[in-house]
């Protein structure tokens, strides 16, 4: 018997076996590591959509329309359609990071900034690995006054996504005041 063949039926049985949620973690799972070891920043962003493709799937046709119609709303800067959606989202299905992962940018857009926080911790709790939501936490921690927090929030972002060039930047920025200058 064929080993490859093998080792592909084997694989394909594992994968028709899996619940969907379980393959999209794992596939998710996939990518971050993937993410992590990118050669460049282009490989990079392919990867990051490919994940951002993953995290957004909710099992749910309704839940994935109130997503689409979220995001539609703050691409044209209507805040008040997108936290209306975001919030029905997030009522409906409390489990799904994206739901409050968009709701933490469209309280971060109004400039609410204390909801924004409190959506981007839910955010972390259900998901620790979105580095959007990271990376939001930095860019709040570093608006109201917080560089040491913003610096770590920043630190967490790079270890997943090493080619970060504004996550690089900010934490540049932010390196005097938080570890002093070197002699």
Not at 25 to 41: G, K, V, Y
């Amino acid at each position: 018997m064929d080993y490859k063949s093998t080792v592909t039926a084997f694989a394909t049985i594992v994968m028709i076996s899996l619940p969907a949620g379980l393959w999209a973690q794992t596939r998710a799972d996939d990518l971050l590591d993937q993410l992590a070891q990118a050669e460049n920043a282009e490989i990079a962003q392919r990867l990051e959509n490919q994940l951002f493709t993953e995290w957004s799937k909710s099992g749910s046709a309704a839940m994935d329309l109130l997503l689409k119609r979220g995001q539609d709303a703050l691409a044209v800067d209507n805040l008040s359609a997108a936290t209306e959606h975001f919030r029905a989202l997030t009522d409906h299905a409390p489990e799904f990071a994206e739901g409050w992962h968009g709701l933490a940018l469209a309280y971060y857009q109004a400039e609410r900034f204390g909801p924004a926080m409190e959506a981007l911790e839910r955010v972390l709790a259900l998901n620790p690995h979105h580095f959007a939501a990271l990376k939001g936490v930095g860019a709040l921690n570093e608006q109201t006054g917080n560089p040491f927090l913003a610096y770590e929030a920043y630190e967490q972002v790079l270890q997943l996504r090493p080619h970060d060039s504004e996550v690089i930047e900010a934490m540049k920025r932010l390196e005097v005041e938080v570890k002093g200058v070197q002699l």
